[in-house]
């Protein structure tokens, strides 16, 4: 929910930028390779975490194959750097390749599944995915199967700063368009699908047609995410396309809160960095090696009571304090009955 | 001859399994329109604490009682705390529900540990029979026949019993079941610690079957469990024996045929029929 | 005057974000059949649905037999005896009739069953197909079965939504004479359509316009005043 007076607008602004310069001069401040490597994971991820949000936040579809794209992204970078030579060029193709594979088959899946509702999208989005997974599991001969293989990436990459930078720039790129595609009409259409897709349809859109274009805008991120994801490893294995990585992107969505894009970025800076220090207690408290238990219970009274998450709940905030401020209403504003219910 | 005959009793075996998981599913969402992606933590719960008091009394039958419990207890719990606040909004049920299958899967393996646990058959059920070249392994015919029982007594409560009309006439129509004096929640609750406890019972036998339990085997089910669900439509009772059957025996066919499409073939089926006839192959008629 | 059984006080009631109901009053007198009456989306089915707690009141008071009953579940509402026939007639199609009937018995009693077999001396077709699917009877058929249903209980007040809508007229015939019949042993609330039919078995009827009750009084009063009926049921 966008702010209104410009006043804000620019608080936003400012808070933005002084994070964004704070992550630029991160990796010469903090002489910590952990930490750089850590964060690039975060920013990968936060990008998957985005392109679920479109999804979720936006179209109000949930999808439980949203990994196939990763993978799809994932495997056609490792598999392209891995047959030619390791350049920037071959791993830009290898990109595009990736993207336009998970256009085609976001595509072809949304055009299939997202007629059917949503109990029966989640399976089959489910069943979709486990399909590519047996096939990625199976086509030995490509993918080396669950073992996986190590592939060379390109030298200017080699230096973890170097990569670093270009992740980041990939995940300001990319929320910076994230954000235009939603404030545009085109977005907007979608808010409304996932409003009441009934009352949208019979406004005269082609709901479908919006549907696929969403799932379609968000596999071609996925994708991406999961190129970028490939390099950082070097490495790639099935896992890539397990159910996972799914929920990952889903709980840092969740918990970040979903509708924001803000929101993923947040919850895959808490998720990542929790993963990180209790699987580090965990040589300690071995409670901590199942960390995911935290999350899952974190993320189940997210769903119940705090459905907008962290980012929502501060711009609820926000918003209610900004009101009070205001003329006070008799009648509490319609848009404010549709959040709290 | 031998071969298929074994063959369609270990896809039967199979199918009954898949069939206890499928049918609290398949009640659940046909009454209550919640599709419960947690159902595999039922299901793998009722395995490890049934196998815990199984080892523990050396008594299988024990066993199966307690699995029963937790999954009555389990399922008491999920329906009043987890799935009462979501009633009527499908993806916070979507979201919630796996939420909650993940939590349940990681619990199992901090109350049991991480590594999978071995599991042997009661001797009375241990061995076979041989009829002639046939070979009859005596627990997958006891899982069979424990299936069909399970099947008999739920057909027969729901078609003969006024709690069964209840539960189908809430299928059918939730309004007018409540409009006629019913209290409709009382309902979803019993269904609920119902369908969990058949879930728990399918776990608790799959134990000795595969030989071993892990904390996974309960989302591989519910997967199993779901494409039965989706084969043999929504709410369909019969319909999930019918699919689970099916899935079974085309996987035990498969895995001997075309080991490599074994893994796939259920998915494909399951792609098939929501794309063709989302319904299901028994639709439920309403009105 | 016979004493109120029924009454609605400024009701309201949302759906969603609509504000459907925006002040219904409206009382039913025991022994009586009273009828809505309203055009298309006026808000009569609402009224009904509000009253047995599908659609609940947002603001207003209903009271039943003395009781305050507008915050109350539908399930207790219907047990403290008020019988619903929805406009759908609600039948559980893959039901037979007699576990139709069974569902709808809350208590086998000698009362319960003396009444079934009232309705069913009423409506001799349910015995004739007593073992057919409800899904397969015929319209007016599913009608009766509903209104036998919604009769079977110690029902003290029966809501019946739109009883003509899609029956041949024959049929709406037998429905009315089975009304009139029920009426000696119940109180009726009908919404109707059928202008002719609501003014033949009405005693009393409440005009509902944009969600709001216009007028209420007695039926005689309504077909003299030909102004009233051309201005909010456009006949006259």
Not at chain 3, 107 to 135: C, H, I, M, R, S
Request: proline share 2%; net charge positive; with cysteine.
């Amino acid at each position: 929910m966008g702010m209104k007076t410009t006043n804000l607008v620019s608080k936003y602004h400012i808070f933005f930028f002084v994070i964004l310069i704070f992550l630029i001069a991160f990796p010469f401040v903090a002489d910590s390779r952990t930490l750089t490597i850590l964060f690039t994971q975060i920013f990968i991820f936060a990008i998957l975490a985005m392109s679920y949000d479109l999804l979720l936040g936006y179209t109000g579809i949930v999808s439980f194959g949203h990994a196939m794209f990763f993978g799809i992204g994932a495997y056609a970078t490792a598999i392209l750097l891995n047959t030619f030579e390791p350049t920037i060029g071959v791993f830009i193709g290898s990109m595009i390749v990736g993207i336009l594979l998970s256009a085609i088959v976001s595509f072809f899946v949304g055009l299939l599944t997202l007629r059917l509702k949503s109990h029966f999208f989640a399976m089959l989005t489910l069943a979709i995915s486990g399909l590519l997974l047996v096939v990625a599991e199976k086509w030995r001969t490509v993918t080396k199967g669950n073992d996986g293989f190590t592939f060379r990436a390109p030298d200017i990459f080699k230096d973890r700063i170097v990569f670093y930078f270009c992740v980041l720039a990939c995940l300001v790129i990319v929320f910076l368009l994230l954000r235009r595609f939603v404030a545009s009409p085109l977005g907007k259409v979608l808010i409304a699908v996932r409003e009441n897709e009934q009352r949208t349809r019979s406004l005269g859109f082609k709901t479908l047609h919006y549907k696929v274009i969403s799932s379609v805008v968000a596999g071609v991120v996925a994708s991406l995410a999961g190129s970028l994801y490939a390099v950082s490893l070097r490495f790639v294995n099935t896992s890539v396309m397990t159910m996972d990585i799914t929920l990952d992107a889903l709980l840092m969505t969740i918990i970040g809160g979903v509708g924001t894009l803000v929101g993923p970025i947040v919850g895959s800076v808490v998720i990542e960095f929790a993963q990180h220090y209790l699987s580090g207690l965990a040589r300690e408290f071995p409670i901590f090696e199942r960390w995911i238990i935290f999350f899952g219970i974190i993320y189940i009274l997210a769903v119940v009571f705090f459905p907008k998450g962290i980012v929502g709940s501060i711009q609820m905030q926000i918003s209610k304090w900004k009101s009070k401020k205001e003329v006070r209403k008799t009648f509490a504003l319609p848009e404010d009955k549709e959040r709290a219910s | 001859m031998d071969l298929i005959i074994s063959l369609v009793i270990n896809g039967l075996a199979t199918g009954m399994l898949i069939f206890l998981l499928a049918a609290g599913l398949t009640l659940i969402f046909g009454l209550m329109d919640v599709l419960n992606f947690a159902h595999g933590g039922l299901f793998v719960w009722g395995a490890y604490t049934g196998v815990f008091t199984y080892t523990l009394t050396e008594s299988f039958l024990i066993g199966i009682v307690a699995a029963i419990l937790t999954g009555m207890i389990l399922g008491f719990l999920m329906e009043k705390l987890i799935i009462t606040p979501v009633y009527g909004n499908h993806v916070q049920q979507i979201l919630i529900t796996l939420g909650s299958m993940l939590v349940l899967q990681e619990m199992i393996k901090v109350a049991f540990g991480p590594n999978a646990i071995p599991v042997s058959v009661p001797d009375y059920l241990a061995g076979s029979w041989e009829l002639g070249e046939v070979i009859l392994i005596k627990y997958r015919l006891f899982i069979i026949i424990v299936g069909l029982i399970v099947f008999g007594i739920f057909h027969y409560i729901l078609t003969r019993t006024k709690i069964g009309l209840i539960v189908r006439a809430g299928v059918m129509n939730k309004e007018m079941v409540q409009a006629l004096g019913i209290n409709i929640k009382k309902v979803f609750l019993f269904v609920f610690m119902t369908g969990a406890a058949l879930a728990a019972i399918g776990g608790m036998l799959m134990a000795p079957y595969s030989g071993s339990i892990y904390a996974e085997m309960g989302m591989e089910f519910a997967i199993l469990g779901f494409i039965v669900v989706v084969i043999g439509g929504m709410g369909s009772f019969s319909g999930s024996l019918f699919a689970a059957v099916l899935v079974g025996l085309a996987g035990s066919f498969m895995a001997y045929y075309v080991p490599s499409l074994s893994l796939a073939v259920n998915m494909i089926l399951m792609a098939i029929v929501l794309i063709f006839r989302p319904q299901g192959l028994f639709k439920m008629a309403k009105g | 005057m016979m004493e109120s059984l029924l009454k609605l006080h400024n009701i309201h009631t949302h759906i969603g974000q609509f504000h459907i109901l925006q002040g219904i009053n409206f009382e039913a007198k025991a022994g009586e059949v009273s009828v809505l009456l309203g055009r298309n989306g006026a808000g009569k089915t609402t009224t009904l649905k509000t009253i047995m707690g599908l659609t609940p009141a947002s603001n207003g008071t209903i009271t039943f037999l003395d009781e305050n009953i507008e915050k109350k579940p539908t399930y207790d509402i219907a047990k403290i005896g008020i019988g619903y026939v929805p406009e759908d007639q609600g039948i559980f199609g893959q039901l037979t009739v007699e576990e139709n009937m069974k569902v709808a018995m809350r208590k086998v009693t000698d009362d319960a069953l003396e009444k079934q077999d009232y309705v069913l001396e009423l409506f001799p077709d349910l015995k004739k197909f007593w073992k057919k699917a409800g899904g397969h009877l015929s319209g007016g058929q599913k009608q009766m079965l509903s209104m036998a249903r919604a009769f079977v209980n110690d029902s003290k007040l029966l809501l019946i939504d739109e009883p003509s809508k899609g029956l041949a007229p024959i049929v709406v015939e037998k429905v009315m004479e089975a009304i009139m019949e029920m009426k000696k042993r119940t109180t009726i609330v009908l919404v109707e359509q059928n202008f002719i039919m609501a003014s033949r078995i009405g005693d009393t009827f409440t005009l509902i316009d944009d969600g709001r009750t216009v007028q209420q009084g007695a039926m005689n009063e309504l077909i003299a005043d030909d102004e009233l009926k051309r201005k909010y049921l456009g006949i006259g």
